[in-house]
């Protein structure tokens, strides 16, 4: 299966969100700067959570990323 969201309109995160669910992915998350705060809100709204354990493992490899959020899983 092609992962590739590429193509997903990233001004509406919840189109983005509707597409990624149906790929088989186990975590949905995402590395952005903290200077972003309208996309950061978006994103709140969305549902993703800021996320202090994906931070740490994938957000220290960027040098502006200092938020990290995931998607949690719907029940």
Do not use: W
Not at 13 to 42: N, S
Request: negative net charge; proline residues 5%; hydrophobic residues 45%.
């Amino acid at each position: 299966m092609d992962n590739d969201l590429s193509n997903v309109d990233a001004g509406k995160p919840t189109a983005f969100v509707a597409e990624a669910a149906t790929m088989p992915v186990d975590t949905l998350f995402l590395l952005t700067g903290g200077k972003c705060r309208a996309a950061i809100h978006l994103y709140e709204r969305a549902g993703f959570v800021h996320d202090a354990e994906v931070m740490d493992a994938y957000g220290v490899t960027y040098a502006r990323c200092d938020v990290a959020m995931r998607l949690p899983p719907q029940a």
